[in-house]
């Protein structure tokens, strides 16, 4: 769906970008899932607003580590003069999956942090030893816990395309020295913060990736944090180095579209009732017990 009411500025896998005035973006997350960076014609119910309540929640309870993009996840925060020219179906569209975000010049990297092997870390680690050029101990399995949190950027690719892992003095070459350090140091931090309200909670933060921007010259956290978009999530009762434990996340829509023989390219197969049942159920589950709160309360919200 596009809102009429605002210029529509990009629409990626998940969300679509709109214009509000020179200083802000209206940012709404879909229901829209992809697998292999190649979206399914088949939407997850709820999917977006789980990925909004998740991130609000975050932004807020993390806020004393740094400024942020969010100003607002309610539709009572939007300008009066937009509120008017939305209709009854955009409004209803809109509620529970859209946030009024102040701008910022987006840096090009996802900065990820990495508490346990897994995806791209464990397949690097299992050829090098080591994951975006820091070395790690030998005899490490699927799963493992590494000794510390490691930060590893990955260059952002363009749509369609995938992620680079790189290591941190690419990135610092890029960027500036002082700059890169700041975002480690700060990816780092969070990373700490959010694994340990997700242990409180009987959830393994696996390793998550961030993104940030600049405003006049300082570091903001942007887009969305630590959802089961971003995030690898595993239940610590499912946890055992050497297995690939199931996650909170689109895992069951991989795992179909793995099954069928599909090639990765477009267009993605459509998902069976089952599996979408499924995956919402995961991701309402991610939501519920990380927040301590029903999910439908986030949708009684404005």
Same mark, same amino acid.
């Given at each position: 769906?596009?809102?009429?009411?605002v210029? %529509?500025?990009?629409r990626?896998?998940?969300? !679509?970008?709109y =214009?509000?005035d020179?200083?802000?973006?209206?940012?709404?997350?879909?229901?829209?899932?992809?697998?292999?960076?190649?979206?399914?014609?088949?939407?997850?119910? !709820?999917?977006? /607003?789980v %990925?909004?309540? $998740?991130? =609000?929640?975050?932004?807020?309870?993390?806020?004393h580590l740094?400024?942020?993009? %969010?100003?607002?996840?309610?539709?009572d925060?939007?300008?009066?003069?937009?509120?008017?020219?939305?209709t009854?179906?955009?409004? *209803? #569209?809109? /509620?529970?999956?859209?946030?009024?975000?102040?701008?910022?010049?987006i840096?090009p990297?996802e900065?990820?942090v990495r508490?346990?092997? +897994?995806?791209s870390g464990?397949?690097?680690y299992?050829?090098q030893?080591?994951?975006?050029?820091?070395?790690?101990?030998?005899?490490?399995e699927?799963?493992?816990? $590494?000794p510390?949190?490691?930060?590893?950027?990955?260059?952002? =690719?363009a749509?369609?395309?995938?992620?680079?892992?790189?290591s941190f003095e690419?990135?610092? @070459? *890029?960027?500036?020295?002082?700059? =890169?350090? #700041?975002?480690?140091d700060?990816?780092?931090a969070?990373?700490a @913060?959010g *694994?340990?309200? +997700?242990?409180e /909670?009987?959830?393994? $933060?696996?390793?998550?990736?961030?993104e940030f921007?600049?405003s006049?010259?300082?570091?903001v956290?942007?887009?969305?944090?630590? &959802?089961? !978009?971003?995030?690898r999530y595993w239940?610590?009762?499912?946890?055992?180095?050497?297995?690939?434990?199931p996650?909170?996340?689109? #895992?069951?829509v991989?795992?179909?579209? &793995?099954?069928?023989?599909?090639?990765r390219t477009?267009?993605a197969?459509?998902l069976?009732? +089952?599996?979408?049942? @499924?995956?919402?159920?995961?991701?309402l &589950? +991610?939501?519920?017990?990380?927040t301590?709160?029903?999910?439908?309360?986030?949708?009684?919200?404005g």
């Amino acid at each position: 769906m596009t809102i009429e009411a605002v210029p %529509l500025l990009a629409r990626g896998k998940v969300r !679509d970008l709109y =214009a509000v005035d020179d200083d802000h973006l209206l940012l709404v997350a879909s229901d829209r899932v992809s697998t292999y960076d190649v979206v399914h014609p088949t939407p997850i119910p !709820d999917k977006g /607003r789980v %990925l909004t309540g $998740l991130s =609000a929640f975050w932004f807020a309870k993390l806020a004393h580590l740094g400024p942020h993009h %969010l100003v607002g996840a309610s539709l009572d925060d939007l300008p009066p003069e937009l509120r008017g020219r939305l209709t009854a179906a955009e409004t *209803a #569209q809109l /509620r529970g999956r859209s946030m009024l975000c102040r701008r910022v010049d987006i840096l090009p990297f996802e900065c990820v942090v990495r508490g346990y092997l +897994a995806g791209s870390g464990w397949r690097e680690y299992r050829d090098q030893g080591a994951v975006c050029g820091v070395a790690l101990p030998a005899g490490l399995e699927e799963a493992s816990r $590494l000794p510390e949190p490691i930060f590893t950027p990955a260059t952002k =690719a363009a749509q369609g395309d995938h992620d680079e892992n790189v290591s941190f003095e690419v990135m610092a @070459a *890029a960027l500036g020295h002082r700059l =890169a350090e #700041q975002l480690r140091d700060r990816s780092l931090a969070l990373y700490a @913060a959010g *694994a340990e309200h +997700a242990a409180e /909670r009987g959830i393994i $933060l696996a390793d998550t990736k961030f993104e940030f921007g600049l405003s006049d010259g300082e570091v903001v956290l942007a887009d969305e944090v630590l &959802t089961p !978009d971003s995030s690898r999530y595993w239940p610590v009762e499912a946890w055992r180095p050497g297995t690939s434990p199931p996650s909170f996340d689109k #895992q069951y829509v991989r795992d179909f579209a &793995t099954s069928t023989g599909w090639d990765r390219t477009p267009p993605a197969p459509a998902l069976p009732e +089952a599996v979408v049942a @499924a995956t919402r159920e995961r991701y309402l &589950t +991610a939501y519920q017990r990380l927040t301590g709160t029903p999910f439908d309360g986030w949708l009684a919200r404005g």
